[in-house]
């Protein structure tokens, strides 16, 4: 029984990384740098894609798939600031896949684009399983949840190019260590930037998106 | 393809289902109350598992199973206060199953304990469709996660005895909207109870530990 269930696992994972990049392909083509965002819920996912919309919108055209089990709160905030969105809704399925993704590319103006935010569903686990044919994985510790998450999950800390640290305004109240966290990433991932933001005061958040304009002129200079 | 894929889950579930009721006779036995503790990561599961032991364990013979994707760091906090403990490390896996807890409780001295407790893995979506055993459930939302998670994780809201708002003590910094969270909740599971706690400051643990009192001593009447 067990390995039946592995086998299906590896023809999942198999599939899978086939149709992420045929997405990559696609995005290519267009010149879109996309990225897929993934955190724990309530880390501050949609907070940050608002975020950076509001600072990028007049310079980039960004559109968003939003990935979540159930509603489309977080695709109906994004649509109120005239940005295209797509609601992915997994029905109990804990992370996207590709397939997935193919099929919200469908519904976008690719040709009209130049960033794509891939916002995932609210897990530290799956997400970072499953290549979605991004160009960039990035992730957002929350501080409330604690300075032990890289030894906890460690493959999503490892996966990330990017690690947000987000509510950094709340850090004074916290038994947060921050020199223990950065010891755990120097041995998971010590490629991974780190920025330390607050998606609500607006703190920190223009190292961000230098790094996210950075990444999207690299794109556009790749086009064919 | 996808069909196959659903045929392995329903099998993994049902199968899941008998031994989690193979569980529970075997804790029936022994007059054991038995409660699965989930919550997204960091939201507060060790921490409420030992602001109960320092409060209980003069009066309650406590153990505790702890499931992590990796790491023993919370098995060894637990077992630093001199309580049982077992680590399932899932490898990957985003939640625990009857199986693991088949064979944690084979770790443990059944008869002399009264109460487990089942830190499941940091996740708000899976752990809520794989029965342990357990005879309650509750979730734990931290309140810096929002007040709109029982929309977006509904399955874990709807199917949780207790609910547990963590982190109280943040409250007036954060923008969470009690009343929206509280209509959400009756909408979705009108019989839940809802405990309001800071696990760091202490700050309303005394309805709960009530709660694990009142629960225990039925439980323990209930012996043959």
Tied chains: 1, 2.
């Excluded at 600031?81 to 193919?102: F, K, R, S």
């Excluded at 041995?187 to 230098?210: H, M, R, Y």
Aim: net charge negative; charged share 25%.
């Amino acid at each position: 029984m067990a390995i039946k269930v592995i086998k299906v696992l590896e023809d999942i994972l198999g599939a899978n990384t086939e149709l992420a990049k045929e997405n990559q392909s696609r995005l290519d083509k267009h010149g879109i740098l996309t990225v897929n965002i993934m955190a724990s819920p309530g880390a501050g996912k949609t907070s940050l894609i608002m975020q950076t919309i509001k600072h990028l919108k007049q310079e980039t055209r960004i559109a968003v798939i939003e990935g979540d089990v159930a509603s489309s709160l977080d695709a109906e905030t994004v649509n109120a600031q005239g940005i295209p969105a797509v609601q992915i809704n997994t029905a109990g399925g804990c992370h996207l896949d590709a397939n997935m993704i193919a099929k919200a590319l469908d519904e976008l103006s690719l040709e009209d684009t130049d960033l794509i935010f891939i916002e995932n569903v609210g897990n530290l686990i799956c997400p970072a399983e499953f290549d979605l044919g991004e160009h960039k994985k990035v992730m957002i510790l929350s501080l409330p949840e604690g300075d032990d998450k890289p030894h906890k999950y460690p493959l999503m800390f490892s996966e990330a190019d990017v690690i947000i640290l987000n509510k950094y305004d709340l850090l004074p109240l916290l038994d947060f260590d921050m020199p223990a966290f950065r010891k755990a990433i120097a041995g998971l991932n010590p490629k991974a930037k780190i920025f330390s933001v607050s998606c609500q005061t607006g703190e920190g958040i223009e190292a961000w998106l230098d790094w996210v304009r950075g990444e999207t002129g690299k794109t556009n200079q790749r086009l064919p």
